[in-house]
């Protein structure tokens, strides 16, 4: 069993920054791959990016990239989400989710492709 926690969540101002974590229990599994998704009320979950345990593979949003980047500490079996230039419409709950590292590509995108989630943090971006 997988058990993610995510925090860093806050209220910041539109230009700042924010490094999100996403703690997982025992040390890091090879085998799987991390994402961050986001989510605002009334809408599906978005992905943001994915990072590989096995070789630190990343993949980033379109939307994002640029402004977000993920990395791993394999040791500590953290992953951490680092969003600089934040704008109001980065609002949303936040969540890290486990799933196989072997798939890739689109695929890596989809909620479905995740079978262990973390409760959220919250991000609220004030203009």
């Known amino acids: 069993q997988v058990h993610l926690v995510e925090s860093g969540g806050g209220l910041v101002s539109a230009g700042g920054s924010l490094r999100l974590s996403c703690a997982g229990s025992g040390r890091a599994n090879s085998t799987l791959g991390i994402a961050w998704f986001r989510q605002t009320p009334g809408k599906d979950r978005e992905f943001v990016a994915r990072?590989?345990?096995?070789?630190?593979?990343?993949l980033i949003s379109n939307f994002v990239k640029g402004r977000f980047t993920i990395s791993g500490d394999d040791a500590k079996n953290v992953v951490t989400l680092h969003i600089v230039n934040l704008k109001p419409e980065d609002t949303a709950v936040y969540y890290c989710?486990?799933?196989?590292?072997?798939?890739?590509?689109?695929?890596?995108?989809?909620?479905?492709?995740?079978?262990?989630w973390g409760q959220g943090t919250q991000v609220t971006v004030s203009s």
């Open positions: 989710a486990a799933g196989p590292g072997v798939i890739t590509g689109p695929f890596a995108t989809m909620t479905s492709v995740y079978h262990h």
């Open positions: 990072i590989r345990w096995s070789d630190h593979s990343t």
